[in-house]
């Protein structure tokens, strides 16, 4: 992997959440506005007594993919890790934090999420949990009230949910336009989702907008030319939603193509409601991430196992809809790179808590709690094609998260309760 941009903005981006505790809300509204890496001096912190620490470098500690290091420590300068091991060995610092015997965990990379949005789909859900099945047509409520919707408003949405993710241990996102189908409303998306995180990604081909319900060929051409040109200035990637009801195969190698042509990296919302050329095509096209593979084929499979796009698997999703689950021990056997990620959306996966995620691949989809672990960390930095972000190691972005808890197992032997004690981002402890 080639590193990537910086993760997000500085650690206080997000505006405390009306809904956050007092702590959290101190936490991040006193977080420095200035990147410790370009501030006048770089204090290191000795972060230590940690019962368990995931590195994500098969180097460390006992060797295996997560590089698990006992009794561990991790020193901070600036905004980045400088030194992991055992805490017998750890040198001095200006600062020091005691773990008190907690786990810690590279902060979570959510490499899939759909964030500006306004209105509200809960009809929807309850229909569907009373034994509707789910479609694509459902994205059509969300168009309409995220076009009526204000910048303020958007703007308002994407900072609560943010905020409520950096609770959960989550410090580096991709958010996705495609809720507006308009040149105008997908560039204002873009632009909203840009003043939080560089993992941009524009995302017109969400499915045909409503005004080109008879011309789909039309709006291929309008996602293609004049919306492209509008939003790539404020992207750093173009998906495309390749699903029967959405855009088939060559509709899609046409956006993804143009895309790339603007200078936009593909990734791809690929075999999620039924078999189909998305697998296949994100990996002809080198795409950073094939995202959802529930319904794979062998050659699918293959393809994949034989190139460097990843397999992005979004649990989330098949829990909201009842779906079959996506076989991550098919992928992981064969050789494939897995991201976990949420899916965050009104619609069909609307959490945005990675943990949860982690939970459900370990319960239902054949993860070990070390790959399902390494998944929403390491993997999903794969998915974004970064090595600065998902892993502990010096030189990586001090991006921590403090489990309340001995181990990261924890994660998925305690589903549903609320283990993050802290978050550290870009050196800054921000929750």
């Known amino acids: 992997m080639s590193p990537g ?93 005691d773990a008190e015997g907690r786990a810690v965990v590279p902060g979570f990379v959510d490499s899939h999420s759909h964030l500006v949005f306004a209105g509200d789909r809960t009809q929807e859900f309850n229909a569907r949990m009373s034994g509707r099945p789910y479609s694509a047509g459902g994205i059509r409520t969300t168009v309409a009230a995220t076009r009526a919707a204000s910048d303020r408003e958007l703007e308002a949405n994407v900072t609560r949910y943010l905020a409520e993710a950096l609770r959960q241990g989550t410090t580096t996102f991709e958010t996705k336009s495609g809720y507006g189908l308009t040149v105008e409303d997908e560039a204002r998306a873009l632009r909203v989702a840009a003043a939080h995180t560089d993992e941009v990604t524009y995302l017109g081909a969400h499915i045909v907008a409503p005004e080109f319900a008879e011309d789909p060929a039309g709006y291929v051409a309008l996602v293609t030319g004049e919306m492209l040109d509008a939003c790539a200035p404020h992207a750093r990637w173009i998906d495309v939603f390749c699903e029967k009801g959405a855009f088939d195969g060559d509709q899609a190698r046409a956006i993804l193509t143009a895309g790339k042509a603007k200078g936009l990296h593909p990734r791809i919302h690929a075999n999620q409601l039924s078999y189909g050329p998305g697998v296949q095509l994100a990996v002809e096209l080198d795409a950073a991430s094939a995202d959802h593979c529930t ?19 979004l649990p989330g999703a098949e829990f909201s809809t009842r779906a079959a689950w996506p076989d991550a021990r098919r992928l992981l056997d064969a050789g494939v790179t897995v991201a976990l990620s949420t899916d965050c959306n009104p619609g069909s996966s609307f959490t945005s808590s990675v943990p949860f995620c982690i939970a459900l691949a370990v319960r239902d989809m054949g993860m070990t709690p070390d790959e399902a672990v390494w998944s929403a960390t390491a993997g999903g930095a794969a998915a974004l094609r970064r090595d600065d972000v998902g892993r502990l190691t010096p030189g990586a972005y001090a991006d921590l998260t403090l489990l309340d808890a001995p181990s990261h197992v924890h994660l998925a032997y305690r589903p549903g309760v609320p283990l993050v004690s802290g978050v550290w981002r870009r050196g800054e402890r921000v929750v």
């Open 5 to 97: 941009r910086p993760s997000a903005r500085p650690a206080s981006a997000p505006e405390p959440d009306p809904t956050a505790d007092q702590a959290t809300k101190d936490a991040m509204s006193n977080a420095t506005t200035v990147s410790p890496a370009h501030s006048a001096s770089t204090a290191s912190t000795l972060i230590t007594n940690i019962a368990a620490l995931v590195t994500n470098d098969p180097s460390s500690g006992d060797g295996s993919p997560l590089g698990l290091v006992q009794d561990a420590a991790v020193v901070i300068e600036g905004d980045r890790v400088v030194w992991t091991g055992d805490q017998s060995k750890a040198p001095a610092t200006d600062n020091r934090v």
């Open 295 to 313: 319904h794979l084929t062998d050659a699918d499979v293959d393809a994949l196992a034989g190139g460097r796009t990843v397999a992005t698997l």
